[in-house]
């Protein structure tokens, strides 16, 4: 166990002495102070600890699982740092990394367990379901010949069942609307890609819209192809959505940002205690350093999200419009460990062009980290302007001499208040249960083929399509049935949240994610910033901010 324990941490720490990893394991294990690393070199500490560790082995009451030892220390540990080095247990390392890799080895739908059925809510353009015929509405109701309906499949087993290596193949007998005998289908497992982009369009004739969910491997591409295809729909203004992105790769960022700032301008550097600084410039090929340009965050914009926005910012090259973002200014790096896990270690910080590190505080505690968003609700930060008190010592200065901020999250241009007037508990319940989306999807399919007559494409969707009041009682007793007690209040109060969500599944699900998005941008009664966006760029607004033109 002891040797183990030692590989590891020279894993971690690979110029650290002996007698200090064993006394980085040991503060960590009983959570010692942080202090106790300045005793490395002291021989009685050293010897306190491989005397415990000794005695443990052979005289602890009970067998002891050296494994979870040794992920508590780490946990432990790491705990001690900061809040995003992290431990990845082996079995955990791959679904993990999968949302950044850009592609999983599968059949290529995305499906919701609908009343105890695999429900196909869409097959993945150029997977292999797609190419098969299999489409959205299509019921699973047997794998390998053996059921999956009604017997209380879950997420996970579907994702068993379904993923395999690239080349390998499985048969699924489908139930479709109209067709009296079960279908089945050979399909053969393929890469099936991660879009980052979920939606990409044209706002109005000369305005274009891309909404980016996360920085992956393949960020780049997908922004370049999109930009290429707005580009010949007549795009001259762009809107960059980032709200919600959690971040990403670094690496990423940087080529998403390069798309917009002109050749040799700094995107961001990076520094560490023992990382000298690391400048990264933009260069000459990017497919959007002309026209005007907004960038769209909130308290949920974080990291990779973070770097692109204030590049954009601090060269007054777009328009920032929402709230506050997270504030992570950490670079984590990938470090395997011997059994095949691994950690996300902090290895230095990242600052934006004119020097700003946004990286908020984390001297409360990891939990009071995490509760940051919530603790920004209640102090009225996301619905004032009033409410938010950057710190003075924080200032910084854009290439146009505006004043920025650092410390904390990038702050936008142009404040957009989130609307919590409408949420109510009853809609919370409607959502967290699963029981508006499953609502929504029933009713597509129940509907689907007089939809699609009625509404040709999703603009006609948008004007013409509405959610009456038979839906909402439907509904209303669709969450009876799913635990959730009857609100009449709560259902008034967050009829127009309601209506907008709901409008949206069925969107998404009669045509794609961007066909939601562009329901949800339309007229969301909760967070005007899209609209606000709009205006921006058809009033004065964007030359009255100072903004360069390029």
């Not at 053996?146 to 193949?169: F, Y």
């Not at 950690?343 to 990891?366: E, H, N």
Request: hydrophobic residues 40%.
């Amino acid at each position: 166990m002891h040797r183990y324990i030692e590989a590891l941490f020279k894993a971690l720490f690979p110029s650290m002495k002996r007698e200090t990893l064993l006394v980085a394991l040991f503060a960590a294990t009983l959570s010692a102070p942080v202090g106790l690393a300045a005793q490395a070199q002291d021989p009685a500490t050293i010897g306190k600890l491989e005397a415990l560790l000794y005695h443990i082995d052979r005289m602890y009451v009970d067998s002891v699982d050296d494994n979870k030892l040794v992920e508590k220390a780490i946990r432990g540990m790491l705990e001690e740092l900061d809040p995003h080095s992290i431990y990845i247990p082996k079995d955990e390392l791959e679904e993990v990394n999968e949302p950044l890799k850009g592609n999983f080895d599968g059949i290529g739908i995305q499906f919701n367990i609908v009343r105890d059925t695999i429900y196909v809510v869409d097959a993945i353009a150029g997977g292999p379901s797609e190419r098969l015929g299999i489409r959205a509405g299509d019921r699973i109701i047997t794998i390998e010949d053996q059921p999956v309906a009604g017997i209380g499949i879950r997420n996970s087993d579907v994702m068993d069942k379904l993923r395999g290596p690239k080349g390998t193949k499985v048969v699924v007998g489908i139930q479709r609307r109209g067709v009296k005998d079960l279908l089945d289908f050979t399909i053969t497992r393929d890469k099936i890609p991660i879009y980052s982009i979920e939606a990409s369009y044209m706002a109005t004739p000369t305005v274009g819209y891309v909404k980016l969910s996360r920085f992956s491997a393949t960020t780049g591409k997908e922004l370049r192809e999109a930009l290429d295809k707005l580009h010949a729909e007549g795009m001259q203004d762009l809107i960059l959505d980032l709200q919600g992105n959690g971040g990403g790769y670094l690496r990423s960022a940087i080529e998403v940002a390069d798309e917009f700032l002109s050749d040799k301008r700094l995107i961001v550097y990076t520094e560490g205690r023992t990382t000298p600084r690391d400048n990264t410039y933009a260069t000459s090929n990017g497919h959007f350093e002309k026209g005007r340009l907004v960038v769209l965050i909130d308290e949920g914009s974080a990291s990779a999200s973070e770097i692109v926005t204030g590049a954009i910012q601090d060269w007054d090259r777009g328009l920032v419009i929402g709230r506050r973002s997270f504030g992570k200014g950490l670079v984590q790096r990938p470090v395997m460990l011997p059994d095949g896990s691994a950690v996300r270690l902090t290895v230095s910080r990242y600052y934006t062009p004119s020097g700003r590190c946004i990286q908020k505080s984390y001297a409360d505690g990891i939990e009071a980290y995490r509760r940051d968003r919530l603790e920004r609700l209640r102090h009225g930060e996301l619905t004032s302007l009033d409410s938010i008190h950057p710190a003075d010592t924080a200032r910084f200065f854009t290439m146009n001499k505006r004043v920025v901020y650092g410390g904390g999250g990038i702050m936008p241009d142009l404040f957009v208040p989130l609307d919590t007037t409408l949420s109510s508990e009853m809609f919370g319940k409607l959502v967290r249960k699963g029981t508006l989306n499953t609502f929504s999807l029933t009713y597509v399919d129940a509907h689907r083929t007089d939809l699609l007559d009625r509404y040709k494409n999703v603009d006609v969707f948008i004007k013409d399509f509405h959610i009456d009041d038979k839906f909402l009682d439907d509904l209303a007793r669709a969450g009876e049935k799913d635990g959730i007690d009857a609100d009449p209040e709560g259902m008034v109060r967050s009829k127009d949240l309601i209506e907008l969500r709901s409008k949206a599944l069925i969107a998404r699900d009669l045509w794609d994610t961007s066909a939601y998005w562009q329901v949800i941008n339309t007229d969301n009664p909760v967070d005007s910033s899209f609209r606000r966006a709009l205006e921006a760029l058809s009033d004065d607004t964007y030359e009255r901010m100072g903004m360069a033109r390029f």
